[in-house]
């Protein structure tokens, strides 16, 4: 893939004489005036077109390969809506969808500790769809570990790509795409 960055003047062997723009994202317009180097001026240049042993052609560079801290940078973006989607779990034919939000890690915490304290008791989940569950204790403490490893997994995942970013062996935004996060 490559982008336009500018224009250059170029000779009949295709030696560059004269550039305009040259950075990625900013491409300059067509300049107003070309002076060629014979001396000649040709006022609105048109992009293509022979002026003498001179035409004027796009300039089209590749965008600089991304570094490993741009990588583990949209890892990490990844990883957040990774967790963020969430997950269903299943609690023994109750179905739950839980994301692995720090907030939600808290709520999580929190249900573990009323659930081994009152297995028998009951407390509702609301989940991120909006439907509201009602969970044994026990299902609460369930729900925390199933969902607990969920999240852990996907930060093993994490550190996994991390390493593969530092081998080299992941150079590119469509590599990390491409990745199977955990599942349930």
Known sequence: MTELVGYQLVDQASNVIQSWGGVIGQCPGVPDILSLPNGDQVHCPAIGAPYGEWT??????????????SLIAYAEIAQTSHLAAGATFDLGGVSILCDGANSTRADLALLALFGQSVPTGQ??????NGVVTSL??????????????????????????MSQIGAGAITTTAQIDALSWPTT
Do not use: E, R
């Not at 004027?56 to 801290?69: G, K």
């Not at 407390?123 to 991120?128: A, G, R, T």
């Open 136 to 161: 044994t204790g026990a299902q609460c403490v369930t729900l925390a570990m199933l969902a607990g490893t969920w999240i852990s997994d996907s930060y093993t995942f994490m550190v996994s790509i």
């Open 123 to 128: 407390k509702s989940w609301i989940d991120n």
């Open 56 to 69: 004027l052609q796009p300039w089209n560079m590749s965008p600089p390969a991304p570094t490993p801290d």
